[in-house]
């Protein structure tokens, strides 16, 4: 693609950074097969193609954001499905995430719609007031249809029918390994899912330190700065990573920092680039380094043999894993080794529609494709469906009624642990 970027702009590192992007793509549209959010609307703006060019007027002449703009840059799903289609190498996530924090700066959204993208900000990422933010949406769920907003009534919707009691498991503190240590790891506990699941950092620790690693939940860790980051706040998601990266290098000698939240996951691998040319960049890139999804970390030490237990398992790749990470065949290895029968449903490149908030500031599109993501799953007849990601379970969850668990979950319990409590029903 040709840009006409003046000198003086490209000498601005992250005009510079954009314009190789844009001039990478040649238009060949295959993007346009595998965006979720084209197959849905249909508008070739709502595609990664029709958005780059958004992107390359909205930089080039250096205007604010306006509104028509804003509204196709903000129906990306950030999913990066076009990253892997893309034959060119198109670095659309970076483009991406230069454009939020672009139209973040510049444009003046409606009132109510900052308001709710304010409240999102101060309340997902800590986990004591989204608690309390899901026990009021759960009174006023009742009351949903008085909602005008349906941004509204999908937050209240969100709101689960049980919300589990602090896990002491979340706090600072060290757990031994069971036998020799092997492994020193540090644990990102993630935010809404200390809320929302405890069972699955309960399960992640059980399980690697049976597997012989020192598990160490670092003081002052917080969260990633990945919600921030996708909505453009450059500012507060920047110094939420600042604080965990300082938080890591305080726990002492790690052999890896381990997530099992994969939205996390792939912000914390982009550290380095997320700090670029900032004093904290060296730490940065270590951090990053050191950041491994479980599975990963899994098939890399490699598992003992399990007790099969004989369920069909519908595996949900998230986009942020198999996408933003590239890690696309280890969970379903790992469940295969650990005896579980592990379908895969059609399409399995394609988005939940979970996306971080994205289910609740784009409601109605991320409707249409939960309900494609959970017809193609239970189309694999399966007696459980497992992810590995807490924003994927919560989507697909409340369109199924197929038990939905965490991947790591079916491992510990195929390991030794207990049965998941989700699957309590099941023989």
Partial sequence: MQTSFTNEQLADPEIARANKILRACVHCGFCTATCPSYQVLGDELDSPRGRIYLIKE?????????????????????????????????????????????????????????????????????????????????????????????????????????????????????????????????????????????????????????????????????????????????????????????????????????????????????????????????????????????????????????????LRVAYHSACSLQHGQQIKTAPKELLQQAGFDVVEPLDPHLCCGSAGTYNLLQPEISAELKRRKVDTLEATAPQVIAAGNIGCLVQIGSGTQVPVVHTVELLDWALGGPKPRALAALP
């Fill in 58 to 310: 909205m930089l080039e002449t250096g205007r604010p954001a306006d509104a028509r703009t804003a509204k196709h840059i903000d129906r990306c799903l950030g999913c990066l499905a076009c990253m892997t289609t893309c034959p060119s190498g198109v670095d659309y996530m970076h483009l991406i995430d230069h454009a939020r924090a672009h139209v973040e700066r510049t444009y003046k959204r409606p009132v109510f719609e900052r308001f709710l993208r304010f409240v999102l900000a101060k309340t997902v990422p800590y986990p004591r007031r989204f608690r309390l933010a899901m026990r009021g949406a759960r009174l006023a769920k009742p009351f949903a249809w008085a909602f005008p907003d349906a941004r509204l009534q999908a937050m209240l919707a969100m709101a689960p029918a049980h919300l589990p009691k602090a896990s002491k498991n979340d706090r600072a503190q060290t757990f031994a390994p069971i036998g020799p240590r092997r492994y020193r790891v540090a644990l990102q506990t993630g935010c809404a899912q200390k809320a929302l699941d405890t069972d699955i950092n309960d399960a992640t620790i059980r399980l690697l330190r049976r597997l012989g690693c020192e598990v160490v939940i670092p003081k002052k860790l917080g969260c990633c700065g990945a919600l921030s980051h996708h909505m453009g706040r450059e500012a507060e998601s920047h110094a939420q990573a600042a604080a965990n990266i300082r938080a890591y290098l305080a726990a002492g000698d790690l052999d890896a920092i381990i997530i099992n939240t994969s939205g996390c996951g792939t912000t914390v691998k982009d550290y380095g680039v997320i700090f670029e040319g900032d004093a904290l960049q060296p730490q940065a890139e270590k951090v990053a380094g050191l950041a491994k999804d479980i599975t990963e970390f899994l098939q890399a030490i490699g598992l003992p043999d399990a007790a099969p237990k004989g």
